[in-house]
């Protein structure tokens, strides 16, 4: 295990390198000693901060049960059984922090019941599905990952009870809350209005957004963050920071018919619980808690995302999440009357204080982030030097919910900065720097050349600042990308700064970086946000809203035309007009649009099943007269196809060597 608490200073190794080859002056020795704000020890994760991790979990309000799967006495809570599995990695190796295996250790299968009819599927998945016994049916929160996943959970929940499923409730729109919902329902239950499926009115648009907005590199780049090219257990993943770990499997979707305003709350009973349902915007827009007043239970959805650090900001990428909605949202929780507190992610709580401990800390960590972040902004203070000085106080950085296994302050404090003022720090050479390549030129030339580079990187490893290796390497790998002691020696530096890590992401980025350098990547298990079950569940509009930002731009500069799907079943009409560049869509057709199409939404569904066998679908469809053309013909219709881009395959998109 190398060092866990390193200087940031340039070591006397690379020092002696420089001198030797008269570059000393390229790279300037720069000690982190900053007396600014707290004293700084370093810009990385939890174990830097000189926290004793064993003396985290000791307190007399908040206390570890001692089965090790929830908080408290016992009182109200019980572990009903246990399947003696615990799908994590929890092994002790040198290849990884033990602080992470002592994560995974936490992680063991089991139902856990609250009172006498509230039970949680605990450790089958990154989710945690939650089952509430009724009069006379169940209400299921958060219907797992995968319908796999979710029916290894509904195999034990079954053995409780055989009441039919009355309401699946989606807490927001992620795909491990949501994917596994054709385990408890079915199109027919839910359009018949038999099973309600309750969401955030605006969770469907999410849910579009990332199945295929940006659904190709939001994959890939959730595939880094899961390292699912590399094999799982000590030289990949060991848990998912969440949970033990995403069950991949089947992904749908089945679209939500009762619909929640957003901020507001629903008051509702189903089966005889009563329940209140309110927006809490947070991690997300269309987060909803769930509150059950008479019992005083409160599902806090993933407004806390389990016991780590929340990931103000996802390195796999997402949308600016606004860290003061975040906690104000966590003090409308902290106003209900809560003896015990559930989550998606992480074990159940019990005891008024320990739940009212466990919020009050996780909102104040995030506001003192926010808050000292821009602070500091207000000082003039980059992205890179906030990182330096914005560090959770030690009451904060010991809590054993804010341990930085998937979120950290340092990326939360680079996001916090870009989300407010943007990529710009002032510098007018950003406004328009040198070509990529070009830049990586240059940098190869002034220092030193490409085989001083590797020097200086051999001798930074050897020093154990493996990111500074990393750093200079990305520049001969960029010259030339089949360098490949370039690209070894960058591996290198990554495989063992990943042995460094107790944050998760950190680790599965630098393991998945490693691979795509080594050309080792396992595709076997990527994770695919493409899901032909989502698409036909999306209401048609969002669909063609899909298409606009795959034209092909530069092909139809001059072009104008226009094709519009007519569906007799929906009874709608969509356009989607091509001009000089540009594709709008109408929610109706056009006079005039060169191809028209009678169709039905059915016959698309079908065509977006086939996939790369869509046009026989349409052929055999046009035999039939279900997909007839009213203007323009087949021909037309191929050409209009012709000026939208196909998504690039897994294999071909490289985050790292570039």
Same mark, same amino acid.
């Given at each position: 295990?190398?060092?866990?608490?390193?200087?940031?200073?340039?070591?006397?190794?690379?020092?002696?390198?420089?001198?030797?080859?008269?570059?000393?002056?390229?790279?300037?020795?720069?000690?982190?000693?900053?007396?600014?704000?707290?004293?700084?020890?370093?810009?990385?994760?939890?174990?830097?901060?000189?926290?004793?991790?064993?003396?985290?979990?000791?307190?007399?309000?908040?206390?570890?049960?001692?089965?090790?799967?929830?908080?408290?006495?016992?009182?109200?809570?019980?572990?009903?059984?246990?399947?003696?599995?615990?799908?994590?990695?929890?092994?002790?190796?040198?290849?990884?922090?033990?602080?992470?295996?002592?994560?995974?250790?936490?992680?063991?299968?089991?139902?856990?019941?609250?009172?006498?009819?509230?039970?949680?599927?605990?450790? +089958?998945?990154?989710?945690?599905?939650?089952?509430?016994?009724?009069?006379?049916?169940?209400?299921?929160?958060?219907?797992?990952?995968?319908?796999?996943?979710?029916?290894?959970?509904?195999?034990?929940?079954?053995?409780?009870?055989?009441?039919?499923?009355?309401?699946?409730?989606?807490?927001?729109?992620?795909?491990?809350?949501?994917?596994?919902?054709?385990?408890?329902?079915?199109?027919?239950?839910?359009?018949?209005?038999?099973?309600?499926?309750?969401?955030?009115?605006?969770?469907?648009?999410?849910?579009?957004?990332?199945?295929?907005?940006?659904?190709?590199?939001?994959?890939?780049?959730?595939?880094?963050?899961?390292?699912?090219?590399?094999?799982?257990?000590?030289?990949?993943?060991?848990?998912?920071?969440?949970?033990?770990? +995403?069950?991949?499997?089947?992904?749908?979707?089945?679209?939500?018919?009762?619909?929640? %305003?957003?901020?507001?709350?629903?008051?509702?009973?189903?089966?005889?619980?009563?329940?209140?349902?309110?927006?809490?915007?947070?991690?997300?827009?269309?987060?909803?808690?769930?509150?059950? %007043?008479?019992?005083?239970?409160?599902?806090?959805?993933?407004?806390?995302?389990?016991?780590?650090?929340?990931?103000?900001?996802?390195?796999?990428?997402?949308?600016?999440?606004?860290?003061?909605?975040?906690f104000k949202g966590i003090d409308v929780m902290r106003e209900f009357d809560v003896d015990v507190m559930i989550n998606s992610h992480g074990r159940p709580v019990e005891g008024k204080a320990a739940v009212a401990n466990v919020l009050t800390a996780y909102r104040d960590a995030i506001q003192y982030t926010h808050d000292q972040t821009i602070r500091y902004m207000n000082k003039g203070m980059t992205a890179d030097e906030l990182v330096e000085v914005v560090?959770?106080?030690?009451?904060?950085?010991?809590? %054993?919910?804010?341990?930085?296994?998937?979120?950290?302050?340092?990326?939360?404090?680079?996001?916090?900065?870009?989300?407010?003022?943007?990529?710009?720090?002032?510098?007018?050479?950003?406004?328009?720097?040198?070509?990529?390549?070009?830049?990586?030129?240059?940098?190869?030339?002034?220092?030193?050349?490409?085989?001083?580079?590797?020097?200086?990187?051999?001798?930074?490893?050897?020093?154990?600042?493996?990111?500074?290796?990393?750093?200079?390497?990305?520049?001969?790998?960029?010259?030339?990308?089949?360098?490949?002691?370039?690209?070894?020696?960058?591996?290198?530096?990554?495989?063992?700064?990943?042995?460094?890590?107790?944050?998760?992401?950190?680790?599965?980025?630098?393991?998945?970086?490693?691979?795509?350098?080594?050309?080792?990547?396992? +595709?076997?298990?990527?994770?695919?946000?493409?899901?032909?079950?989502?698409?036909?569940?999306?209401?048609?509009?969002?669909?063609?809203?899909?298409?606009?930002?795959?034209?092909?731009?530069?092909?139809?500069?001059?072009?104008?035309?226009?094709?519009?799907?007519?569906?007799?079943?929906?009874?709608?009409?969509?356009?989607?007009?091509?001009?000089?560049?540009?594709?709008?869509?109408?929610?109706?057709?056009?006079?005039?649009?060169?191809?028209?199409?009678?169709?039905?939404?059915?016959?698309?569904?079908?065509?977006?099943?086939?996939?790369?066998?869509?046009?026989?679908?349409?052929?055999?469809?046009?035999?039939?007269?279900?997909?007839?053309?009213?203007?323009?013909?087949?021909?037309?219709?191929?050409?209009?196809?012709?000026?939208?881009?196909?998504?690039?395959?897994?294999?071909?998109?490289?985050?790292?060597?570039?």
């Amino acid at each position: 295990m190398a060092n866990t608490f390193k200087k940031m200073a340039l070591p006397l190794a690379i020092t002696a390198a420089l001198f030797a080859s008269g570059f000393a002056n390229a790279t300037p020795v720069t000690e982190a000693t900053s007396r600014v704000g707290q004293e700084l020890q370093t810009s990385s994760a939890a174990q830097y901060q000189n926290i004793d991790l064993n003396a985290r979990y000791t307190s007399d309000v908040l206390f570890e049960n001692e089965s090790n799967l929830f908080w408290g006495e016992g009182k109200r809570i019980k572990v009903l059984s246990k399947t003696g599995k615990n799908i994590a990695y929890t092994a002790e190796s040198d290849k990884v922090h033990p602080t992470l295996t002592k994560h995974s250790r936490k992680m063991d299968q089991a139902i856990i019941q609250v009172d006498d009819n509230v039970y949680l599927g605990y450790g +089958f998945g990154l989710d945690t599905p939650v089952m509430i016994e009724g009069d006379d049916g169940i209400i299921i929160i958060d219907p797992g990952e995968s319908v796999q996943m979710a029916e290894s959970v509904r195999a034990q929940f079954r053995a409780i009870t055989d009441k039919p499923v009355k309401a699946i409730i989606y807490s927001h729109n992620h795909i491990d809350h949501i994917s596994g919902v054709r385990a408890w329902a079915t199109d027919e239950q839910v359009a018949s209005g038999e099973i309600q499926i309750i969401a955030q009115e605006g969770l469907t648009a999410a849910v579009a957004n990332w199945s295929s907005n940006l659904g190709t590199l939001l994959g890939q780049r959730t595939s880094f963050t899961g390292a699912k090219h590399v094999e799982e257990g000590e030289n990949g993943t060991v848990n998912d920071g969440l949970g033990p770990r +995403f069950m991949q499997g089947d992904i749908s979707f089945i679209e939500p018919n009762v619909l929640i %305003p957003s901020l507001e709350t629903l008051d509702i009973t189903i089966s005889g619980v009563k329940l209140q349902i309110v927006n809490v915007p947070s991690e997300t827009k269309d987060e909803i808690v769930v509150y059950l %007043p008479e019992q005083k239970i409160l599902h806090a959805a993933e407004v806390l995302q389990g016991e780590n650090f929340p990931n103000l900001h996802t390195i796999r990428g997402t949308k600016f999440r606004d860290p003061a909605m975040w906690f104000k949202g966590i003090d409308v929780m902290r106003e209900f009357d809560v003896d015990v507190m559930i989550n998606s992610h992480g074990r159940p709580v019990e005891g008024k204080a320990a739940v009212a401990n466990v919020l009050t800390a996780y909102r104040d960590a995030i506001q003192y982030t926010h808050d000292q972040t821009i602070r500091y902004m207000n000082k003039g203070m980059t992205a890179d030097e906030l990182v330096e000085v914005v560090k959770l106080p030690k009451h904060l950085a010991n809590h %054993p919910w804010l341990g930085e296994h998937y979120g950290t302050v340092a990326h939360a404090v680079r996001q916090i900065y870009v989300g407010y003022i943007g990529f710009y720090e002032a510098d007018p050479w950003q406004l328009e720097p040198m070509a990529y390549n070009q830049r990586a030129k240059a940098f190869v030339e002034i220092m030193g050349g490409r085989d001083h580079i590797i020097k200086t990187a051999e001798a930074a490893i050897a020093a154990e600042n493996f990111t500074f290796a990393a750093e200079i390497l990305s520049y001969p790998i960029t010259v030339n990308k089949d360098d490949t002691e370039a690209r070894q020696l960058k591996a290198q530096a990554y495989k063992a700064w990943a042995a460094d890590q107790v944050n998760i992401n950190w680790r599965n980025w630098g393991l998945n970086a490693a691979a795509e350098l080594e050309d080792t990547r396992d +595709f076997s298990n990527l994770i695919s946000f493409a899901s032909v079950d989502v698409l036909t569940a999306l209401p048609s509009k969002q669909i063609f809203e899909m298409m606009t930002a795959t034209l092909i731009a530069e092909k139809t500069l001059d072009v104008q035309t226009a094709l519009t799907y007519n569906f007799a079943d929906t009874n709608e009409s969509f356009t989607i007009e091509i001009r000089n560049g540009i594709a709008q869509l109408h929610e109706k057709a056009l006079e005039g649009a060169d191809v028209q199409i009678n169709t039905t939404r059915a016959v698309l569904n079908q065509i977006l099943m086939a996939g790369p066998n869509g046009q026989q679908v349409i052929g055999q469809n046009m035999q039939s007269g279900d997909f007839a053309f009213a203007q323009g013909s087949i021909q037309d219709f191929g050409q209009f196809m012709s000026y939208f881009d196909k998504p690039m395959s897994p294999e071909e998109i490289m985050l790292i060597v570039r």
